[in-house]
T-cell receptor, first 114, second 116 residues
């Protein structure tokens, strides 16, 4: 079946603009994660959705970052008033259930803020 | 706070040789999962191997095996018979199972180069 997909694959934006990044998880996967990966760095947890439970937003770095998920499907990560330090690859992952340890990752969106 | 440390930013190995990547972690939890992920230049994160903390036996997947030392909080990855396709970034990751959070914590990665 289809894996996790993300769009766009690359996004270049001007400082101060808003951007939306999209993640389509694997069908039936109730858990969805967003991560940020700066150049040469590891993955930084941003937010976690599990079914209809309140999301764990503890990793969002500022109030310019927000994310939504419609049921158990698509998720959108929005960054408002982008800054140069927001430049990174944004990775999405999904897993079958809360207790499932295996995450399936998408290919990521490379965001460049000029 | 839980942390994952990979102290080797870069490692090199000759093709067909064996290499070990190091990972240490810090946690007060008693039960958790540990993982090694591979990230080739395509950016696609691929699960290489996982270990449940309650299992004493070290996990093995074909040419990949781990040395899990729970008391020392150490989780190293051994790659045997290295192949050119093993060249990638390798990330160690931790996830608790009992604390009510399902956050994964990743190390900063080790870049593995495989020399022909």
């Amino acid at each position: 079946g289809a894996g996790v997909s993300q769009s766009p694959s690359n996004k270049v934006t001007e400082k101060g603009k808003d951007v939306e990044l999209r993640c389509d998880p694997i069908s039936g996967h109730t858990a969805l994660y967003w991560y940020r990966q700066r150049l040469g760095q590891g993955l930084e947890f941003l937010i976690y959705f599990q079914g209809n439970s309140a999301p764990d937003k503890s990793g969002l770095p500022s109030d310019r970052f927000s994310a939504e998920r419609t049921g158990e499907s698509v998720s959108t990560l929005t960054i408002q008033r982008t800054q140069q330090e927001d430049s990174a690859v944004y990775l999405c992952a999904s897993s079958l259930a809360r207790n499932s340890y295996e995450q399936y990752f998408g290919p990521g969106t490379r965001l460049t803020v000029t | 706070a839980q942390t994952v440390t990979q102290s080797q930013p870069e490692m090199s190995v000759q093709e067909a040789e064996t290499v070990t990547l190091s990972c240490t972690y810090d946690t007060s939890e008693s039960d958790y999962y540990l993982f090694w992920y591979k990230q080739p230049p395509s950016r696609q994160m691929i699960l290489v191997i996982r270990q449940e903390a309650y299992k004493q036996q070290n996990a093995t997947e074909n040419r990949f095996s781990v040395n899990f030392q729970k008391a020392a909080k150490s989780f190293s990855l051994k790659i045997s018979d290295s192949q050119l396709g093993d060249a990638a970034m390798y990330f160690c990751a931790y996830r608790p199972t009992t604390s009510g959070t399902y956050k994964y914590i990743f190390g900063t990665g080790t870049r593995l180069k495989v020399l022909a």
